[in-house]
Antibody, heavy 125, light 106 residues
Framework: QVPLQQWGAGLLKPSETLSLTCAVYIGSFSGYSWSWIRQPPGKGLEWIGEINHSGSTNYNPSLKSRVTISVDTSKNQFSLKLKSVTAADTAVYYC???????????????????WGKGTTVTVSS | SYELTQPPSVSVSPGQTARITCSGDTLPKQYAYWYQQKPGQAPLLMIYKDNERPSGVPERFSGSTSGTTVTLTISGVQAEDEAVYYCQSADRGDCVFGGGTKLTVL
């Protein structure tokens, strides 16, 4: 089984809402936070946001007004919605497991140890 | 938000040592992480908490830090190491990636 299996519509028109879901088949769903990351064609990685099992979220300030990340603990799934898409939102979207916490010396850590395979989303009229 | 700066490209011959840097004003206060991405694949975690290596990552990959710069070192580079490498750091509620460095094995 693929550890993180993601799916969603791959072709959108401008102004529509992007919707992706990631199903988790690895480890304890409730013990982790979960994140979405995207990568425009030929460009680098951009963190979109995260959610923990209780539904607490953090979003990239540049996308915050358009993004909603939600969780369904009964299905071990989390989802991304990005509204009012434009061509600039064309990218490969990845879901990922977050490892986060604080060391005994109070240093904060936050990184991604398991990634989905990615979903290509194209926005075009 | 803040920025992490990486060189666009680094080239080395097989067997040599590759060093990929990542600079950012917040790095003295934050851990850095490194990911390897090959064409058509998702990123793969190579280094976490500045210099720790996940199980399964070859020992030739190591991380170090000095002030506002962190470095990924690949000793004895192999052809299979050709990829784009991204650094990443985070503070509570925010996460940033560097622009990526294309490692070419000559």
């Amino acid at each position: 089984q693929v550890p993180l299996q993601q799916w969603g519509a791959g072709l959108l028109k401008p102004s529509e809402t992007l919707s992706l879901t990631c199903a988790v088949y690895i480890g304890s769903f409730s013990g982790y936070s979960w994140s979405w990351i995207r990568q425009p064609p030929g460009k680098g990685l951009e963190w979109i946001g995260e959610i923990n099992h209780s539904g607490s979220t953090n979003y990239n300030p540049s996308l915050k007004s358009r993004v909603t990340i939600s969780v369904d603990t009964s299905k071990n799934q989390f989802s991304l919605k990005l509204k009012s898409v434009t061509a600039a939102d064309t990218a490969v979207y990845y879901c990922a497991r977050v490892i986060t916490g604080t060391t005994w010396l109070a240093y904060y850590y936050y990184y991604f140890d398991v990634w989905g395979k990615g979903t290509t989303v194209t926005v075009s009229s | 938000s803040y920025e992490l700066t990486q060189p666009p490209s680094v080239s080395v011959s097989p067997g040599q040592t590759a060093r990929i840097t990542c600079s950012g004003d917040t790095l003295p206060k934050q851990y850095a992480y490194w990911y390897q991405q090959k064409p058509g694949q998702a990123p793969l975690l190579m280094i976490y908490k500045d210099n720790e290596r996940p199980s399964g990552v070859p020992e030739r990959f190591s991380g170090s830090t000095s002030g506002t710069t962190v470095t990924l070192t690949i000793s004895g580079v192999q052809a299979e190491d050709e990829a784009v490498y991204y650094c990443q750091s985070a503070d509570r509620g925010d996460c940033v990636f560097g622009g990526g460095t294309k490692l070419t094995v000559l």
